[in-house]
């Protein structure tokens, strides 16, 4: 699905285009340090009240903000909140890169806001917000079931044959090696920018999703996990693992350098291994070489 394309979540939307330029203009305060100014054109959504028959609608709206080294996408956000327009509604928390709330659309190509320069993005920004989960209000999207999903996958430690609740005096051991079978996977931030990226999750309400997949990987990778064929059963399903049609672009927009699409594939041979149709290669048998004829003459 395009970004421009929310249709298929939300209802049918119609599309305003408003300038505020002469009001920001006017707005518009000197911070001391700006060193030029960008144009901020935001998708706008409001859903209307259950009892209005009217259809909601969708809008742009363009602002001016002053911009200088350093700023960030979220900064030049929150500029827009605090001095030019307070309705403006997008999500957000640390500021850094960690919590994975400030997930949006930028150029079309999904971004943490906060972790994004606005002078990589150059001089006519537009933003929208991530696709393929519902609009709330502007740049919020609906995350719960991208969470759901996530659920799903158990994203925890299997273990049966401990009493996991039985207190903090003991310990799961693990080396080196065994952590990093699954370490690139643990870094997800649950940001939801694979999710909103992925091809697959555009046409198909149901698949689970590279975040999800990831994260049931991550825990069959793990060394003390004994969930492996609980997980295994569950991505070998229908809008699953088999869905992806290994696009990449999940890989291609994580913040983190997590690789959900090779996760996939990992799952896929697991799921093989599973119905024994993908066995481990033997190696070929030892014979006994053939002795070599013996001329009697
Ligand atoms: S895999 Fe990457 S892009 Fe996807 S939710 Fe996790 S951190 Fe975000
Ligand atoms: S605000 Fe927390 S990741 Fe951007």
Request: charged content about 25%; some cysteine.
């Amino acid at each position: 699905m395009g970004n421009e394309d929310h249709s298929h979540f939300s209802g049918g939307l119609t599309l305003t285009e408003n300038d505020h330029g002469s009001e920001q203009s006017a707005l518009s305060e000197s911070t001391g340090n700006e060193q030029s100014t960008v144009k901020l054109r935001v998708f706008r959504y409001k859903n209307l009240p259950k009892d209005d028959t009217s259809a909601p609608s969708t809008s742009f709206d363009t602002f001016q903000v002053p911009i200088s080294n350093g700023t960030t996408l979220l900064d030049a956000l929150i500029y827009v909140k605090e001095k030019l327009d307070p309705t403006l509604t997008f999500r957000y928390s640390c500021r850094m890169g960690i919590c994975g709330s400030c997930g949006v659309n930028a150029n079309g190509k999904e971004k943490l806001a906060c972790k994004t320069q606005v002078k990589d993005l150059g001089e006519n920004i537009e933003v929208r917000p991530l696709n393929n989960l519902s609009l709330i209000r502007d740049l919020t999207v609906d995350f719960k079931p991208f969470i759901e999903k996530n659920v799903k996958v158990k994203p925890y430690l299997v273990r049966n044959d401990v009493d996991v609740d039985g207190g903090f005096n003991r310990e799961f051991r693990q080396t080196p090696d065994e952590l990093n079978q699954y370490l690139m996977f643990a870094n997800c931030l649950m940001c939801g920018l694979c999710y909103s990226a992925c091809p697959t999750n555009a046409t198909d309400e149901l698949y689970l999703g590279p975040q999800a997949l990831a994260r049931a990987y991550r825990y069959i990778a793990d060394s003390r996990d004994g969930g492996q064929l609980e997980r295994i059963e569950i991505v070998d399903q229908e809008h699953a693992a088999w869905s992806c049609h290994f696009a990449g672009s999940c890989s291609d927009v994580c913040p983190k350098g997590v690789d959900p699409a090779f996760a996939i594939q990992q799952l896929k041979a697991l799921a093989l291994r599973k119905q024994g149709l993908l066995k481990r290669k033997k190696p070929s048998p030892l014979v006994e070489r053939p002795r070599e004829s013996v001329n009697p003459v």
